[in-house]
């Protein structure tokens, strides 16, 4: 759960279409549905290679940053501009694979899928919700992983807490209504014996939503983060933010 919780806060690029790929394991599937699952999370993965190639250029932003002392506005707005356009088509981008992947399961593996999506949003909901301000070091919290890893005293995490809280003050929130309502829609016409991925309105503005808070999130965290490190914690943070830029995906998407 560590790690999922920590991919869940680094990667957003997808969207809900992330959490798809991600759930595409342990669904009782045959061998024939196993190779056209196969085939869909490749379809999957490939179109949204794009904006997980920019979601990588502002971690290597934010890695470089961390590493300096001080983020470059200029550089991460950038990389931010291009990561934004890129998740932008992401659900359109994935809408035929959906339906191939409709067309494999059955209707109980679809109940499966469904669930375990819900899941997912729940997991990254609880680590980049608005609410969740640097304070919230227990049960999985980032500042709280930090600290135990860094070592950070007690002095630096005043710091980066005041700063985070400081930097969500005209921060843009995220709704999670909108992304609960798409999971709805998307469950009802997913579960059906009918479904059509590019007929779901929700799906564009829920998952691009949700990848643009989340990437604005992890560039405020780090960015309150960089200044209150020693040279040492910077170098093993960044090591830690190119490690997350870096990943090598195996079956799911972690």
């Given at each position: 759960?560590?790690?999922?919780?920590?991919?869940?806060?680094?990667?957003?690029?997808?969207?809900?279409?992330?959490?798809?790929?991600?759930?595409?394991?342990?669904?009782?599937?045959?061998?024939?549905?196993?190779?056209?699952?196969?085939?869909?999370?490749?379809?999957?993965?490939?179109?949204?290679?794009?904006?997980?190639?920019?979601?990588?250029?502002?971690?290597?932003?934010?890695?470089?940053?961390?590493?300096?002392?001080?983020?470059?506005?200029?550089?991460?707005?950038?990389?931010?501009?291009?990561?934004?356009?890129?998740?932008?088509?992401?659900?359109?981008?994935?809408?035929?694979?959906?339906?191939?992947?409709?067309?494999?399961?059955?209707?109980?593996?679809?109940?499966?899928?469904?669930?375990?999506?819900?899941?997912?949003?729940?997991?990254?909901?609880?680590?980049?919700?608005?609410?969740?301000?640097?304070?919230?070091?227990?049960?999985?919290?980032?500042?709280?992983?930090?600290?135990?890893?860094?070592?950070?005293?007690?002095?630096?995490?005043?710091?980066?807490?005041?700063?985070?809280?400081?930097?969500?003050?005209?921060?843009?929130?995220?709704?999670?209504?909108?992304?609960d309502a798409h999971?709805k829609a998307f469950?009802?016409?997913?579960?059906?014996?009918?479904?059509?991925?590019?007929?779901?309105?929700?799906?564009?503005?829920?998952?691009?939503?949700?990848?643009?808070?989340?990437?604005?999130?992890?560039?405020?965290?780090?960015?309150?983060?960089?200044?209150?490190?020693?040279?040492?914690?910077?170098?093993?943070?960044?090591?830690d933010i190119r490690?997350?830029?870096?990943?090598?995906?195996?079956?799911?998407?972690?």
């Open positions: 759960m560590a790690e999922l919780r920590a991919h869940h806060r680094h990667h957003h690029h997808g969207g809900f279409g992330m959490f798809i790929a991600m759930s595409l394991d342990l669904l009782g599937t045959t061998p024939d549905q196993s190779a056209a699952i196969t085939q869909v999370r490749t379809d999957l993965h490939t179109k949204m290679q794009p904006a997980r190639d920019a979601e990588k250029a502002v971690l290597l932003v934010l890695a470089d940053g961390v590493a300096a002392g001080s983020i470059d506005k200029a550089k991460v707005d950038a990389a931010v501009a291009t990561y934004t356009t890129a998740s932008a088509g992401v659900h359109d981008a994935v809408a035929s694979a959906l339906n191939q992947l409709h067309e494999t399961l059955t209707p109980p593996q679809r109940i499966a899928l469904v669930e375990k999506v819900e899941a997912h949003f729940e997991v990254w909901h609880r680590q980049n919700a608005q609410g969740e301000t640097a304070d919230k070091d227990h049960h999985g919290g980032h500042l709280g992983k930090l600290t135990k890893e860094l070592d950070l005293t007690p002095d630096q995490v005043e710091k980066i807490r005041t700063a985070f809280k400081s930097s969500g003050e005209k921060a843009p929130t995220y709704d999670k209504a909108e992304g999971l469950a009802a016409a997913f579960e059906s014996d009918k479904f059509d991925a590019k007929t779901l309105t929700t799906g564009g503005p829920a998952s691009s939503h949700l990848a643009g808070f989340g990437i604005q999130r992890i560039v405020r965290f780090y960015s309150a983060v960089a200044p209150a490190l020693t040279p040492d914690q910077r170098t093993q943070l960044a090591a490690r997350h830029a870096n990943y090598k995906r195996t079956q799911g998407e972690k």
